[in-house]
């Protein structure tokens, strides 16, 4: 499979339309710094272009079925299906995911797009006995309006679809406003809209990166924000919405840990730990970050999960014999490689650490993947969040101190236990404080038709993908019909 591939011109797509920039910035491959194409440094203005389109579109397609709005959804995951290599292709190269990677989110995006088009048929309401002799009570869902999708890189095709899907099956119109690292899924997914006949100004994306998401939270016309991204970038967001009233949903940072307890499978537990800290070079918000381990099993989880990052191979995300990519950015390895100095004081240091090098990997940003022993459970690197493949290993006596150990962070998102005794299992699932808990199982991975999301830092707002996904992009309206059966009474409220 070829690196080289022509250069696109990313462009904004706003009322059907697609719009040259008036500025544009580079997209290059962190792998080798080729250039892959520009994009638009959007302003305000352009933002507010696409709100206003947004706008003009919405009565009509909130007047359109429901279940049509649904038939267009599934429209777009037949798309979908047919550009997927085209689609993985294009996140490998920009994100660095490598292409095995970038084609399993395709297939989940794809998964997803075809439970949600189904949701356009289920979005039921109640009905209720009235208090009231002679009146029929029921509700429904009414959408927002226009709503504001703000979208991170490391999953650049997966999230935006299972914003837009919901959003769009309960009848709102959509400003999808990218992460400036992966312009080129966002332009596919705009191609993708216009070739599926989504009406003009029904879905319209913006590049850049500030100015266009400040203009989406300051507006009053757009109604709701879906964010993905860093919990502090999150309690911007959150703050502005509160200012301006408007329902916000984000899903933030994760510290997800991996229990492993003394009567856990050593090697399947190494394996899945392997597989959460160094795959996708730890860009997940499902990252494994942290291996709490009993002392009985420890030495030999670590002499394993050590063998698994130095067998990692790092190089361009195309190439077959690649195992993981580079660093989204430099600012990200920047990132990365201050955390791993933080941990060299305090903890002990059992594989890798700093930047590759060798073999032409200077040409990207290519973290070493990176094990901590004998990390503190209260230690930076065992508290807050790195986004790259540094795993700390924290050592524990007994089930109590594991559970606290896990549950000592701002964060809860996932986690995962691995036991062969049934109740410790179960007590783990209870009382991790977590949104999703595997058991036996790596922390990455979701399915679309469950609820993905955390709590505490994590999570704020309903959950995302899963049979509820649309209801945080509807309000329900409670109606009470006297249809003369009887005499109204009034009531106390």
Known sequence: MGHVTEPVACQNFVGGRFTPATEEGENRCPADGELLGSYPLSTADDAHAAIAAAKAAFPSWRDTPAPVRGDLVSAMADLLAARAETFARALSLEEGKIYPEAYGEVQKTLKYLRFAAGDARRMTGITAPSELAGTFAYTFHRPHGVVGLITPWNFPVCIPFWKLAPALIAGNTVVLKPAPETPWTAHLIAELCRDADVPDGVVNVVHGDVPPARALLESPD????????????????????????????????????????????????????????????????????????????????????????????????????????????????????????????????????????????????????????????????????????????????????????????????????????????????????????????????????????????????????????????????????????????????
């Not at 022993?373 to 700390?392: C, H, K, N, Q, Y």
């Not at 999703?436 to 993905?452: D, K, S």
């Open 222 to 493: 757009v109604h709701a924000i879906s964010f993905t991204g860093s919990t502090e970038v999150g309690r911007i967001i959150e703050k502005a919405c509160g200012e301006h009233h408007k329902a916000v949903q984000c899903e933030l940072g994760g510290k997800n840990p991996i229990v492993v307890l003394d009567d856990g499978d050593v090697q399947k537990a190494a394996a899945a730990t392997a597989l959460g800290a160094f795959g996708s070079t730890g860009q997940r918000c499902t990252a494994t970050s942290r291996a709490i381990v009993h002392e009985r099993v420890a030495d030999a989880f670590v002499e394993q999960v050590v063998a698994a990052a130095r067998a990692v191979v790092a190089g361009h995300p195309l190439d077959d014999a690649t195992t993981m990519g580079p660093s989204v950015s430099d600012r990200q390895l920047a990132q990365v490689l201050r955390y791993m100095d933080i941990g060299r004081d305090e903890a002990e240091l059992r594989a890798g650490t700093g930047r590759l090098l060798d073999g032409g990997l200077d040409q990207g940003f290519f973290p070493c993947p990176t094990v901590f022993d004998r990390v503190a459970s209260g230690a930076r690197i065992a508290t807050e969040e790195i986004f790259g493949p540094v795993l700390s290993v924290i050592r524990v006596q007994d089930d109590d101190e594991a559970l606290a150990a896990a549950n000592g962070v701002d964060f809860g998102l996932t986690s995962s236990v691995f036991t062969s005794d049934l109740s410790r299992a179960f007590w783990f699932v209870q009382h991790l404080d977590t949104g999703m808990t595997q058991v036996n199982a790596p922390t990455i991975g979701g399915e679309g038709h469950l609820p993905f999301g955390g709590i505490k830092a994590t999570g704020v707002g309903p959950r995302e993908m899963g049979p509820e996904a649309w209801r945080f992009y509807s309000e329900p309206k409670t109606v009470y019909i006297n249809h003369g059966g009887a005499k109204r009474t009034s009531r106390f409220y």
